[in-house]
């Protein structure tokens, strides 16, 4: 799985999980693309930042930012796994949205088995 690929493909697999969370105000969110903006593959807390567009069920959509926790640094984006980061379908937990300051958090490291 190449890098483009990957975010079309989280961006779908977000919209699953969404539709699992039990809070109503939640579960009728949805994700209509991801924008990766910055990289920041050699900190202590190695992510990346970007943007996402997040629909709330009633056609309405705003843009909200978000943060991919990776497990680990790495040297470029070429280095990374990029099938790694993408979320079994049985793996839950791994991401939190934030009505109030429209952030989600993706964290696999948070993620645990339904």
Same mark, same amino acid.
């Given at each position: 799985?190449?890098?483009?690929?990957?975010?079309?493909?989280?961006?779908?697999?977000?919209? #699953?999980?969404? *539709?699992?969370? $039990? /809070?109503?105000?939640?579960?009728? @969110?949805?994700? !209509?693309?991801?924008?990766?903006?910055?990289?920041?593959?050699?900190?202590?807390?190695?992510?990346?930042?970007?943007?996402?567009?997040?629909?709330?069920?009633?056609?309405?959509?705003?843009?909200?930012?978000?943060?991919?926790?990776?497990? #680990?640094?790495? *040297?470029?984006? $070429? /280095?990374?796994?990029?099938?790694? @980061?993408?979320? !079994?379908?049985?793996?839950?937990?791994?991401?939190?949205?934030?009505?109030?300051?429209?952030?989600?958090?993706?964290?696999?490291?948070?993620?645990?088995?339904?």
């Amino acid at each position: 799985m190449d890098q483009p690929d990957y975010w079309l493909r989280l961006e779908y697999r977000m919209c #699953r999980e969404l *539709a699992r969370f $039990e /809070d109503d105000r939640l579960c009728h @969110l949805w994700c !209509d693309g991801i924008v990766p903006e910055a990289f920041d593959l050699r900190g202590e807390q190695p992510r990346i930042r970007g943007r996402a567009w997040i629909g709330d069920g009633e056609g309405k959509q705003e843009q909200w930012d978000f943060t991919l926790l990776l497990d #680990r640094a790495a *040297a470029s984006c $070429e /280095d990374l796994d990029w099938s790694a @980061l993408l979320p !079994d379908e049985d793996l839950t937990g791994w991401l939190t949205p934030d009505l109030e300051t429209k952030t989600l958090t993706i964290a696999l490291g948070s993620a645990s088995h339904r």
